[in-house]
């Protein structure tokens, strides 16, 4: 596994089980870099994600920050994106087919077998 998975991964756990809670500072890059003996970059490619994710909120010079958990987002159901933007009458279309293929080699989550088997969803440009 890449050190930045791993990174993600204990972070993302350490949300979730409420070591971080919403409003809290992670450690900074550099006490980061110490801990897992890496460099910025991969601790960069770690929060990054986690932003991406919506664990974390990223501030210049403030550091990273705990995001309030989302709920009922649903955000791999399309009826869901709809429903939690809010009450503007949006509708939601499929502009584009998916296309299945296999997941890429650097994906940032432990993947079990099933969804090994079963493959990834991609929205082609």
Request: net charge neutral; proline share 3%; glycine share 8%.
């Amino acid at each position: 596994m890449h050190l930045y998975k791993k990174v993600i991964e204990d972070l993302r756990a350490a949300i979730e089980d409420g070591t971080y809670k919403t409003g809290d500072l992670l450690p900074s890059e550099n006490e980061l870099c110490r801990s897992y003996d890496t460099t910025r970059v991969t601790i960069r490619q770690a929060l990054s994600a986690l932003a991406n994710m919506g664990y974390i909120t990223r501030k210049h010079g403030k550091g990273s920050i705990v995001s309030q958990p989302k709920s009922g987002l649903g955000i791999l159901s399309l009826s869901g994106v709809t429903a939690g933007i809010g009450t503007q009458k949006l509708t939601t279309s499929i502009l584009q087919k998916p296309v299945k293929q296999d997941w890429p080699d650097d994906f940032f989550f432990t993947i079990d077998d099933s969804e090994i088997k079963n493959g990834c969803i991609f929205f082609l440009d």
